[in-house]
């Protein structure tokens, strides 16, 4: 029995500090990772991340300012009838003109030096009623163009020459305020 005290007493502690060990390594990793505290309520979800707010919408472009710088409306010799070659300008202009509401006009309509003075003054006249009549139907308000006749007065070219006399038919559009 002496023989078997002395080698299974230090066998059970050699086992013992083995198994204990084992144990000591175990609750090492545990102590790591603490259990969850079940008396305390868990914190609430963080809430979630507020959305952007919105860029704010870039300020509109300022209209471009109207372009009152319109050319002569030409006419036949003779005659008060517009030329279809004539509408591009036209349609261009009365798009300026409705820009601004606000905004008067007035068509100045010439002659060349063929014919009556008085002739000359009624047919000039007629061609700036013909401009207006067609701004008028593009949307232009009657009220904001006004004419005005002016026979053969202010030439832009000689009347003694045929190219100079169809320059001088003509009807002048410019902006009155």
């Known amino acids: 029995m002496k023989i078997l005290k002395s080698v299974l007493t230090p066998a059970i502690i050699l086992s013992a500090l083995i198994t204990m060990e084992s144990c000591h390594a175990k609750k090492k990793v545990v102590q790591q990772t603490p259990p969850p505290d079940t008396t305390k309520p868990a914190p609430p979800p963080p809430p ?6 919105p860029a704010p919408a870039p300020a509109p472009a300022p209209p471009p300012a109207p372009n009152y ?19 591009p300008s036209l349609d261009k202009a009365a798009a300026e003109m409705k820009k601004d509401p606000s905004a008067t006009f007035v068509l ?7 014919g009556t ?26 009220a904001n ?9 202010n030439p832009v070219a000689d009347n003694s020459t045929e190219a100079g006399r169809i320059l001088n038919r003509r009807v002048e559009m410019k902006k009155s305020n």
């Open 48 to 53: 979630p991340p507020a959305p952007p707010a």
């Open 69 to 87: 710088n319109f050319s002569n409306i030409q006419f036949e010799f003779d005659s008060s009838i517009l030329r279809t070659d004539a509408y």
């Open 108 to 114: 100045n309509g010439y002659a060349s030096a063929e």
């Open 117 to 142: 003075p008085e002739h000359n003054m009624t047919l000039s006249q007629d061609r700036a009623n013909s401009v207006k009549v067609y701004l008028v139907n593009s949307g232009v308000p009657a």
């Open 145 to 153: 163009i006004s004419t005005k006749g002016n026979g053969v007065a």
